[in-house]
């Protein structure tokens, strides 16, 4: 794959924002149309292997895999005691990092606090700015929507359906699922459809145990789909298929690119076109409009080391900045023709923000497996899905929506347990004797899109580069909150049906933003004056410019969105090549 | 002192903070809050330090004497068994000493120092002999007393003894001993398949 030169003079077909699973899939698919792309990601270019490490003992390290000390992470308490931008206080360390950025392996991947503040109501923002953003590091769990998603309105009466069904998406998860690979077993679920699957992992005897209590409630627990090649893919000369290394656990991503992210799975690729032309360090400030027919012609970016300042042109401007940084750009394109900024006569731009809801959950221990020899667990990409059971057939009386359960047991190379009581030699065995008896899961639940959870430009604040920042108007809500409370006392209920001893139950609800899964600020929809873009992710406003990131979601329903948005992306683009074909655009 | 006698530690903490206060010559009532410490406190030659604190940070964090109360005290939390070496072992005091030495937290730097300082007053007020030179029995006594009050986090000598424990957890589970020996880890390799419940074990490619 070659690298070319960002060539300032050219229009291109199309300029992409941001290289994440939007941006990258959106360079994948214009590139595969013969388009001459020009992908901008505000980040570097890591030497990504350097940084991850996967196989690296911690003892081989100075740190032994932790964050250097004189960085910080953010803490949960300090989340919570604290209030944006979280960079006071902090003004001694080298850096500081969101919660996830608490590992040497992902310290250079995710961006310093301080460098890109935010202000209003408190969250915990994880961004990753580099090229791939953060398919790098993200937890892998590809699960599919349905229509009892995408018509949710139908079954409830809340919020607004998606203007698509899942058969206009189906063919499209099929594309995604081949082209990159997912593991995972058929459940024939009507709410969770399956993928075209690749080579299983498989579960471990605690979860099986629990497998087997759950099915006679009826309920459903099945292995961790994970958007991991695990046969390899012949058409991808990036990636290895997955070799159950081990350490998947930790902090940090896939070094031989089993599990997907987005510059092997989709930009190397793409290069190897000859039609995409890649620009790192490039942090956009604008969508340039032109004044005559409101439509838009490019970006102004800053390059991120010489503060230098560039306009690019293109004939289409897609938007994959990821969910909040989408958002903030189009409020920041404001123009004359477009005084709210840009894509945003509905004024729904930055609303309807959503996510999911987590912390609740539950640790338990298999008892007939206290003692027994360590045995390899951690060499999967993940441990299990425990799928929705809430709202499907039943109404729940205290909530809509549902919510899932991830989980995982057994040992690990930083043993399970750490935190009982105690010292010493007793303690020392206790470690050693359960390590592997342990399982545990923790719930991810729909928050419901309201218009009242926002965000908006702050009017004064700006970040490193003199960009205005987000100001956030952003609380779970009372649904969230009785969700949270069924969510614990099903997961005790569903551990003592299957045995387990109760070590912890887990009630308390992590920040705003702590899934890392904020979606809806651009959402979808037919009626332009409720929604921001129609179902190909194209403005209402402004016919040649598209959203293709998780800020296009109508609902967050409360499986993980990364396939979603990169089915949809893949759909999306496909319109665009072909509007611009036709000379629509 | 009693393991079964259940030790009252903020009534015993006035007692003992008196004694140590008589036998330093200086008062420490009130108590001294734990606040940023001074550069004089990072090495044992505070002139040498002064000189050369904005240079370079100190090859060490801890005092040699600090260093041998670490290690016993890392000991005491995991000892050497039948089955694997302890946290001296490990090196589980260089780990806390690298981790503090670039640490950019003066408040938590300062509470090492002083919960070395509290650690070895109750070592003397419960048996009469430093912590390093008290025995495994009265050591573990010592570190009862803060466990069994790990609930009262407004004492600095409790939120010192959970900061021991954390670290010392971290550096022992992430060593050679730790992973290898202690809890014979079996990952970090290439297989040929995942394993599962049914499998007898891992087959390496």
Request: net charge negative; with cysteine; glycine share 8%.
């Amino acid at each position: 794959m070659a690298e070319s030169e960002v060539n300032l003079t050219k229009t291109y077909d199309a300029i992409v924002i941001g290289s994440g699973a939007a941006g990258g899939m959106a360079a994948h698919v214009l590139t595969g149309h013969g388009l001459q792309v020009l992908l901008l990601e505000a980040g570097k270019k890591l030497p990504i292997e350097k940084e991850l490490r996967s196989m690296e003992w911690p003892y081989d390290n100075p740190y032994r895999g932790m964050l250097p000390p004189d960085q910080h992470s953010l803490s949960f308490n300090e989340y919570t005691i604290r209030n944006p931008p979280y960079g006071a206080g902090f003004e001694k360390a080298k850096q500081l990092k969101s919660y996830i950025g608490s590992s040497d392996y992902v310290k250079n991947i995710v961006v310093d606090e301080r460098e890109n503040p935010f202000t209003g109501t408190n969250y915990a923002w994880v961004r990753a700015r580099c090229l791939g953003g953060k398919t790098n590091i993200w937890g892998r769990l590809a699960l599919r929507l349905s229509d009892y998603d995408f018509k949710a309105k139908n079954r409830d009466g809340y919020g607004e359906n998606w203007p698509i069904s899942y058969s206009d998406i189906a063919p499209y998860y099929d594309k995604v699922d081949l082209y990159l690979g997912i593991t995972g077993v058929k459940e024939n679920l009507p709410y969770l459809p399956d993928s075209i699957f690749q080579r299983p992992t498989k579960l471990n005897c605690a979860e099986v145990t629990l497998k087997e209590g759950l099915a006679k409630m009826g309920r459903v627990l099945t292995q961790y789909r994970a958007g991991v090649t695990s046969e390899g893919l012949k058409h991808n000369k990036y990636r290895s298929r997955c070799y159950g290394r081990g350490a998947c656990e930790r902090k940090g991503g896939c070094d031989i690119h089993a599990a997907f992210d987005s510059p092997t799975g989709l930009i190397f690729p793409a290069m190897d076109t000859g039609n995409l032309t890649l620009r790192t360090n490039a942090v956009v400030r604008e969508i340039t409009v032109d004044p005559q027919t409101g439509k838009a012609s490019g970006v102004h970016f800053i390059d991120s080391e010489t503060m230098k300042d560039y306009a690019v042109h293109a004939k289409v401007v897609v938007l994959a900045a990821s969910t909040l940084e989408s958002a903030r750009l189009l409020l920041l394109s404001k123009s004359r023709l477009h005084p709210n900024g840009l894509a945003n006569s509905s004024g729904h731009v930055g609303h309807n923000f959503c996510e999911h809801i987590m912390g609740p959950g539950v640790t338990g221990r298999a008892k007939n497996l206290v003692g027994k020899p360590p045995t390899l667990d951690d060499g999967r990409p993940g441990g299990f899905y425990l799928t929705r059971f809430r709202n499907l057939t039943e109404k729940h009386p205290k909530f809509i929506r549902g919510y899932g359960f991830e989980g995982g047991s057994g040992s690990t190379m930083f043993p399970r347990g750490t935190d009982t009581h105690g010292f010493g030699a007793a303690f020392k065995e206790e470690v050693r004797q359960n390590q592997g008896a342990f399982i545990s899961m923790g719930a991810f639940g729909e928050v419901l899109a309201r218009y009242e959870n926002y965000v908006e430009l702050d009017p004064v604040v700006k970040d490193k580069w003199g960009i205005p920042v987000l100001r956030f108007h952003y609380k779970f809500g009372d649904n969230e909150h009785r969700m949270a409370e069924d969510m614990k006392e099903t997961a005790q209920e569903m551990f003592e049906a299957a045995g387990f001893e109760i070590v912890h139950v887990n009630s308390r609800v992590l920040t705003e933003g702590w899934s890392i899964h904020e979606l809806g600020t651009a959402r979808m929809g037919d009626d332009a004056k409720t929604s921001v873009l129609n179902q190909f992710q194209q403005s209402h406003d402004v016919k040649n410019l598209f959203v293709v990131d998780g800020s296009a979601f109508v609902n967050a329903s409360c499986q993980n969105p990364t396939w979603t948005i990169m089915s949809l992306c893949w759909r999306s683009c496909d319109y665009l090549a072909d509007e611009l074909k036709k000379g629509n655009l | 002192m009693s393991m079964k006698d259940p030790i009252d530690l903020r009534q015993d903490r006035r007692e003992w903070l008196k004694t140590s206060a008589a036998a330093l010559g200086a008062s420490l009532l009130p108590l001294p809050a734990v606040s940023a410490e001074t550069p004089q406190a990072e090495s044992a030659d505070p002139a040498t330090k002064t000189e050369t604190a904005e240079a370079k940070p100190a090859a060490h964090f801890f005092t040699p004497a600090q260093q041998a109360l670490v290690e016993e005290l890392s000991e005491t939390i995991i000892p050497a068994d039948n089955h694997s070496g302890g946290a001296k072992a490990a090196k589980v005091a260089d780990y806390i000493d690298t981790v503090l030495r670039e640490s950019f937290d003066d408040s938590r730097k300062a509470l090492w120092r002083e919960g070395l300082r509290l650690v070895d007053i109750m070592s003397q007020h419960y048996h009469g002999k430093s912590f390093v030179n008290a025995s495994p029995e009265d050591r573990i006594a010592v570190l009862t007393v803060l466990s069994n009050n790990d609930h009262m986090t407004d004492l600095p000598e409790v939120r010192f003894f959970i900061e021991l424990k954390r670290l010392t957890v971290q550096g022992y589970y992430t060593s050679k001993i730790g992973i290898h020996d202690e809890l014979e880890y079996e990952g970090n390799r290439i297989l040929q398949d995942y394993v599962g419940c049914d499998d007898q074990g891992p087959a390496s490619s």
